[in-house]
C-alpha cells in the first residue's frame, strides 16, 4: 500500500476519535451549564441555614471541641477520565495530613489510592451527572454513620447554654473548587468553628416552637446534608470543567495534526504521481 494510501487512512482514524472526543466535550459542556444552576441554589440554602445556625447558637453555643479528635477526609476525586491529573493533585494535597481515614469517592480516585499508603475507610462511585448526585450523597452519609467514632447517634444535651455534639469526630472535605481552581480542604464537623468569635446580632434568644435540643439535632441533619449536596456539585462541575479543557486540548492538537498529515499526503501523493508519469514515458520510448 502506498504511503499516501497509509496516510489517508490514518486521517481517517484521527477523524473519527477526533469526532468522538468532540462529542464528550459536548457533553461536559452541557453539564456544566446543567451543574452552575443546581450550584447556585445549592449554595443559598447553604448560606441560609449557616445563618439560622449561627443565629441560634448565639444564645445556645456549641462547646469547645475536645484536644484528642479522630480526623476523618472525605475525598472528592473523578469518576471518569479525560480530566488530566485531577485525582494525583488531590492525594498529593493530603500526602502530608495526619488523617486517621479517608472516604474516597469516584472510581478513577480508588484506583489511584492504591499506589498511595493512605487508610481508605471505603470508597464509594462517584456521579456521572447530576442528576446522580443525591444516590451518591445517601451513599456518602451512610459511610459517615458507619464510622466507629460517629456510631450513627448524633447525641446532643443542651443545657446552661451548651450542646454537646460527637466533637471527637473531625470531617474536613477536600475537593477541588470550580471558581478558584484550587483544592480546598473544608472542614464541616465540628460546625462552624468561628462562632465563638463573632458579635451578637440579636439581643434576645430565637423564639423556638422546639426544644433547643430536638432543634440543633435536626438543624445539624439539614446543615450537613445540604452542605455535602453543595460540595458534590462542586466537584463534579469542577470535574466537567478539567474534562471541557483537557478534551479542548486533545480536539485541537489532533485538528492540527491532521491538517499535517493532509499535507504529507498530498506531497507523497504528488511524488506518487510523477512515479507513474515517469514509469509511463519511459515505457512509451521503449517501445
Known amino acids: 500500500m502506498s504511503r499516501s494510501r497509509n496516510l489517508q487512512l490514518h486521517i481517517c482514524q484521527m477523524e473519527e476519535i ?26 443559598q440554602a447553604v448560606v441560609n441555614i449557616e445563618q439560622t445556625a ?11 471541641a475536645k484536644d484528642k479528635v479522630t480526623p476523618i ?41 492504591v499506589d498511595y499508603p493512605l487508610q ?4 464509594i462511585e462517584g456521579a456521572n451527572v ?17 464510622l466507629p467514632v460517629y456510631g450513627g447517634d448524633m447525641s446532643l444535651t443542651v443545657g446552661a447554654g451548651a ?4 466533637p471527637e469526630l ?46 440543633l439535632s435536626d438543624l445539624i441533619d439539614h446543615y450537613l446534608f445540604a452542605v455535602l449536596h453543595e460540595i458534590l456539585y462542586i466537584s463534579l462541575m469542577a470535574e466537567n470543567q478539567r474534562r471541557l479543557q483537557h478534551l479542548e486540548g486533545a480536539v485541537n492538537h489532533l485538528d492540527d495534526e491532521t491538517v499535517i498529515l493532509r499535507r504529507k499526503s498530498l506531497i507523497y501523493r504528488q511524488e506518487e ?7 509511463i514515458l519511459l515505457n512509451s520510448e521503449i517501445t
Request: net charge negative.
Open 18 to 43: 477526533r469526532t468522538i472526543l468532540n462529542s464528550m466535550k459536548n457533553l461536559a459542556f452541557i453539564e456544566t451549564h446543567k451543574l452552575a444552576r443546581f450550584q447556585i441554589m445549592q449554595g
Open 54 to 64: 449561627m443565629d441560634f447558637l448565639d444564645f445556645y453555643p456549641l462547646p469547645v
Open 273 to 279: 504521481i510523477t512515479e507513474e508519469i515517469e514509469v
Open 130 to 146: 447530576a442528576e446522580e448526585v443525591p444516590a451518591i450523597l445517601n451513599r456518602l452519609i451512610d459511610a459517615i454513620s458507619s
Open 120 to 123: 481508605v475507610i471505603t470508597s
Open 163 to 166: 450542646a454537646h455534639v460527637a
Open 73 to 113: 477526609c472525605i475525598l472528592l476525586g473523578a469518576e471518569r477520565g479525560f480530566c488530566g491529573d485531577f485525582n494525583e493533585s488531590l492525594i498529593n494535597s493530603i500526602a502530608s495530613e495526619a488523617y486517621s481515614g479517608i472516604i474516597a469517592i469516584g472510581s478513577r480516585l480508588r484506583d489511584r489510592l
Open 170 to 215: 473531625q470531617l474536613t472535605a477536600v475537593y477541588h473548587d470550580n471558581e478558584t481552581g484550587q483544592i480546598v480542604q473544608r472542614r464541616i464537623f465540628p460546625l462552624f468553628p468561628g462562632q465563638q468569635q463573632r458579635t451578637l446580632r440579636y439581643g434576645n434568644p430565637p423564639v423556638l416552637n422546639l426544644e433547643p435540643s430536638v432543634f
